[in-house]
């Protein structure tokens, strides 16, 4: 039962342009969500994180964005670094599952220069 | 460094034999958590320590699996009677606490291969 999923594999983007990751997720009772960044051989890094209670978060050039009746999240990266280039994880926690963190399968971008 | 720091950062072992790991948190956090990652994956939950109690544990979790963190300091991950499919990335990650879901902050891994 995969409670948060991402589709999309890979994406593949040009420098300077905007990345769109997306994340779903079926668990109603998640209520705090996260984006992780890893490069390969090391752990995964936090990156920006977004409270149930509000529908956009942002920090430089990320932005998170949480729709809350579609169970679907996004994170915006504006604009698109070649050292953006990593695996991204979304993930998603609540009252139910105490403190662990449910994470999606990760999204490989790729930025071209 | 104040990172989560992890040892050994690679093992290879023969089946059926024991392996332990050890995490040494950030020094002020007092969660500490494991979790696995296979390839093409993202990180499994297996187990939660708030200081020394060990609060919570995967029901994917198998008996020859056994954590500890005494004085809730750093952590070891035993397993037992290693199997192929044991294989994967342990990683630790610790927080603060205190506010429910804050960030987790992860050590680089110990990636485990069973021969």
């Known amino acids: 039962d995969q409670q948060v999923k991402q589709n999309s594999p890979s994406l593949s983007v040009q420098e300077g342009r905007i990345s769109i990751l997306n994340c779903d997720y079926t668990n109603s009772m998640f209520d705090y969500f996260l984006w992780y960044k890893k490069y390969p051989a090391e752990g995964p890094t936090f990156l920006i994180s977004i409270s149930s209670i509000k529908d956009k978060n942002e920090d430089g050039r990320f932005t998170v964005f949480l729709n809350k009746s579609a169970k679907h999240l996004s994170l915006h990266i504006v604009p698109s670094q070649p050292g953006d280039s990593a695996v991204y994880f979304c993930a998603a926690s609540g009252e139910t599952s105490g403190s662990r963190l449910t994470f999606g399968e990760g999204t490989q971008l790729t930025v071209n220069p | ?115």
């Open chain 2, 1 to 115: 460094d104040t990172g989560v720091s992890q040892d050994p950062r690679h093992k290879i072992t023969k089946r059926g034999q024991n392996v332990t790991f050890r995490c040494d948190p950030i020094s002020e956090h007092n969660r500490l958590y494991w979790y696995r990652q296979t390839l093409g994956q993202g990180p499994e939950f297996l187990t939660y320590f708030q200081n020394e109690a060990q609060l919570e544990k995967s029901r994917l979790l198998s008996d020859r699996f056994s954590a500890e963190r005494p004085k809730g300091s750093f952590s070891t991950l035993e397993i037992q009677r290693t199997e192929q499919g044991d294989s994967a990335m342990y990683l630790c990650a610790s927080s603060p606490g205190g506010v429910k879901g804050t960030e987790a902050f992860f050590g680089q891994g110990t990636r485990l291969t069973v021969v």
